[in-house]
């Protein structure tokens, strides 16, 4: 007489389940404790508690004949797509594990959303189709406090500063350049080949405001005062603008990485920017163990960085 399963009682562990799908198919404990490769008498036991933890019989078995009952045909014709389902919930485990599946919360500053960014979400897609990255625009301070806080797994800024308990790794150097409208005076046959930093002065000049980027802001204060001249800074917000339209009016001048030339409008005009030091587009990390997919995004990243010649050397 076979026990009355509990209510709310332990599910049988899938182990019992492979043992009774194999005595099933083979219609034999001899040949199935062989294939599993274990012993006959430790076969049948296992079955036996099978068959008492559900409380039902499974097979009725002689020393000739193995037969399955109603209820054992039922659990073999369920058991492989419940095996199979199992199998898929342990590997989407191990895949997360590995930093193969899961959600990847990215921030970035506004100037990395025009080349940078897309390239490197687009490079996670194909590499690791089953990453979703959920992407948000953050002042470069904020990237990194969102980091720090654990509301971001990686961020992604231009010249962002060193922060405590925050790991920069270069991702991209860019050249620094000028973005105006296509009727703008800068854009000359002369000046398509670069343009300089007391020719820039001229002109209102669009930044964001200080605390988006102090890093940033301090270092163009530092360019122009080497180069002698003083520029009219014109803050905008840190929102992603697609309609430029003071660029597009004439009525200012933008400082960018050569990145934004990769996708401009054909309205605007992109000049390099001489004597002045290349850009620094940086990972932002949490120091010390990363979760699963920032490391992978961290690996995606440089080697798309490699690929692309992002990287001096």
Request: charged fraction near 25%; avoid cysteine.
């Amino acid at each position: 007489m076979l026990a009355r399963p509990r209510v709310g009682g332990v599910i049988p562990e899938a182990r019992l389940l492979r043992y009774f799908l194999a005595v099933a198919e083979e219609a034999s404990f001899t040949r199935a404790a062989e294939r599993l490769h274990i012993a006959q008498p430790a076969l049948s036991a296992q079955i036996a508690r099978l068959e008492s933890r559900l409380g039902v019989r499974l097979l009725f078995r002689t020393t000739r004949v193995v037969r399955l009952t109603d209820a054992g045909r039922a659990v073999q014709e369920r058991g492989p797509a419940a095996l199979a389902a199992l199998d898929d919930v342990w590997d989407a485990a191990r895949r997360a594990g590995r930093g193969e599946l899961g959600r990847l919360r990215l921030v970035y500053s506004a100037s990395t959303g025009y080349g940078t960014v897309p390239q490197l979400v687009e490079a996670v897609r194909l590499s690791y189709p089953d990453i979703q990255v959920g992407a948000e625009v953050l002042s470069t301070p904020g990237i990194a406090q969102a980091v720090l806080d654990g509301r971001a797994d990686a961020g992604v800024a231009r010249t962002p500063e060193p922060v405590p308990g925050v790991r920069l790794r270069q991702v991209r150097q860019e050249r620094r350049g000028v973005l105006v409208s296509a009727d703008h005076p800068l854009v000359t046959p002369a000046g398509t080949e670069g343009t300089d930093l007391a020719a820039v002065a001229g002109f209102p000049v669009l930044v964001h405001a200080r605390e988006a980027n102090p890093g940033h802001y301090d270092g163009l204060l530092e360019l122009f005062g080497q180069a002698g001249v003083r520029p009219r800074f014109v803050e905008r917000p840190v929102a992603f603008d697609p309609t430029q339209r003071l660029l597009r009016d004439g009525e200012a001048i933008a400082l960018v990485g050569e990145a934004v030339a990769e996708d401009q409008a054909e309205w605007l005009r992109w000049i390099p920017l001489t004597g002045t030091p290349p850009l620094r587009v940086e990972l932002v990390l949490p120091e010390g163990a990363l979760t699963p997919v920032a490391a992978r995004f961290e690996e995606v990243a440089i080697a798309l960085a490699r690929r692309e010649g992002w990287l001096p050397g």
